[in-house]
């Protein structure tokens, strides 16, 4: 094969830009790309490896040898080595080796912008160069319209290798060409309005679920290749279903073909290890000061949007970004210049991130899991926020599952549990999630969270999730939560999906697709979800009786819901809610209804409110409670 021909895929500004960290294209620029050169196929290669004395492309191509193909590296000082290899096809698998000014360390790593890799345990990235004709011009045209802050927003949250297997094949996972048919009949049929996945860019360790990555360019070749991927995300939007990808800034492996230690110095981490080094995943954290290292990321969040048509980031474990002393004792880390202990660097990087997401893409959303107090998460960076679109609602998630877990005749003690959401609801911008996290490591499945009896358990859930669903925010459920998994979860093994043979578990879809429905349907439950305009208390003091009654609002009056919740198993009858005008109230749900394995106890059709004062309105409606249950109405009146 012929040897390296000097070629550039590099403008000066595109130096400058990278130099500077403000190039955020860089995927089309670093990394391995089928071109044409005086009359010959074949395939240009680049990486910054700036403390590098030799770096040699090594593949299936050369048998591997070191020094067959060495790279040129640029005369700019910009740390990039490049070069044109005639003959190499889409296909090929390859490595960069690097022999290190450094002592001469050598190292062997994937390349950090490849666009495919070997399927695990392999390791070498692969030259790919495969086009995929996009059929969801419907969606992305429309999407701003769909996908913005008053639209509803519930997202199905999925683990694909332990969704559903193939029992028939080994009991493998689904690949993505089976997930783009059986994936995308299932979100829609339950009324979904969007799928999150977690993490699908390349790693190698299948118990980190995807949060280690080594791949930040190239979708997991455990399902198929990347236009496989393309394929589900594109049927997904053909369903008028939103995607969006976990995407982790925050931490990656030290795997030796990975971005540690990457031409023999510390490249892409952090060289104080107080810094550098994140204690509790045993992983390296990005050098968020560095200007390469701000574009590689910002260029990553990019990417996914850009090629693969993604319409949202949910940006993994922020909290432990925005702060120096994250699980850190006293002197395992140092103050910022001013003395306190906010990460400076990485605070800029996101906003950074966040405002060229936006800029760059109509209609798509930034989702920060952020756990801690930081005020302005998901405000916009001209305000001095960190600029996310949403926030993960993390302290509604702890305190409603901590109320559940209590039996009906605890939770009169408890009322403030239940209600103290509503004190900092519209802080930010929350979505309300029952993820991956909630239904691991001991913590049990939501359904063996539920107390009482089974019909009580199921009870329990239902109502869970309609108050979940009312409540102010948009909403997430992970995977098996929706039909009352059992166990928990267990990434090895496809979900429980036997369980639906069960009249309860069956019953609990089928409230999940029905309440996903109100949701999208209702207007009054999510065009001021992130505004106190949105709500209103009818009554939360009422612990005695462990009952909860709200108004949600939207644009206009005609559409307010009124929601009732009765956190016991007792049935309540002519219970008296406080309505500000006369009219009729009409029973639009009800979580008790017998289809969804309820006791079957409703309301009549129509019921007419009464000129009593009561919970401070003038007029007032005496209705039935069901036991362990939620009711929404429609209120129909005279202004």
Known sequence: MSKVLPHSLFTDFDIDLFKSGKHYRLYEKLGAHIVEKDGVKGCYFAVWAPTAKEVSVVGDFNFWQQGEHSLFVRWDESGIWEGFIPEVKSGAK?????????????????????????????????????????????????RAAV?????????????????????????????????????????????????????IMEYPYDPSWGYQLTGYFAPTSRFGTPEDFKLLVDKLHQAGIGVILDWVPSHFPDDAHGLGFFDGSHLYEHPDRKKGYHPDWKSLIFNYGRNEVRAFLISNAIFWLDKYHVDGLRVDAVASMLYLDYSREEGEWDPN???????????????????????????????????????????????????????????????????????????????????????????????????????????????????????????????????????????????????GQSHEWNFQNSLDWHLLQYEGHKGV???????????????????????????????????????????????????????????????????????????????????????????????KSEINSEEIKYNGKDYSAAITLPPLAVLVFKFEGTK
């Open 94 to 142: 390859y490595k960069y080796k690097i022999v290190s000014n450094n002592k001469d360390i050598e190292t062997e790593k994937a390349d950090p912008f490849a666009f495919y890799a070997e399927e695990s345990p392999n390791t070498a990235s692969v030259v790919w160069d495969a086009s995929y004709k996009w059929k969801d011009s419907k969606w992305l045209k429309n």
């Open 147 to 199: 996908n913005g802050l008053d639209k509803p927003y519930s997202v199905y949250e999925v683990h694909l290798g332990s969704w559903r297997r193939n029992i028939e094949d080994a009991g493998r996972s689904l690949n993505y060409k089976e997930l783009a048919t059986e994936l995308v009949s299932y979100v829609k049929k339950m009324n979904f309005t969007h799928v999150e996945l977690m993490p």
């Open 337 to 483: 210049i001013y003395g306190g202990r906010e990460n400076l660097e990485a605070i800029s990087l996101i906003k950074e991130m966040n405002e060229a997401v936006y800029a760059n893409f109509e209609g798509v959303q930034t989702i920060a899991e952020e756990s801690t107090s930081y005020t302005g998460v998901s405000k916009p960076v001209y305000l001095g926020g960190l600029g996310f679109g949403m926030k993960w609602m993390m302290g509604w998630m702890h305190d409603t599952l901590e109320y559940f877990k209590k039996g009906a005749i605890h939770r009169k003690y408890h009322q403030n549990d239940i209600t103290f959401s509503l004190t900092y609801a519209f802080s930010e911008n929350f979505m309300l999630p029952l993820s991956h996290d909630e239904v691991v490591h001991g913590k049990s499945s939501i359904f063996g969270r539920m107390p009482g009896d089974e019909w009580q358990r199921f009870a329990n859930m239902r109502l869970l999730y309609g108050y979940m669903f009312t409540h102010p925010g948009t909403n997430l459920l992970f995977m098996g939560n929706e039909f």
């Open 509 to 603: 879809q089928s409230f999940v697709a029905d309440v996903n429905n109100l949701y999208r349907t209702q207007p009054a439950l999510h065009e001021k979800q992130f505004s106190s305009e949105g709500f209103e208390w009818i009554n939360y003091g009422d612990a005695d009786n462990s009952v909860l009654s709200y108004l949600r609002k939207g644009h206009f009056v005609e559409n307010d819901l009124i929601v009732v919740c009765n956190f016991t198993p007792v049935v309540r009858e002519n219970y008296r809610i406080g309505i500000s005008r006369s009219g009729i109230l009409l029973e639009l749900f009800n979580s008790d209804d017998k289809k969804y394995y309820g006791s079957g106890l409703h309301n």
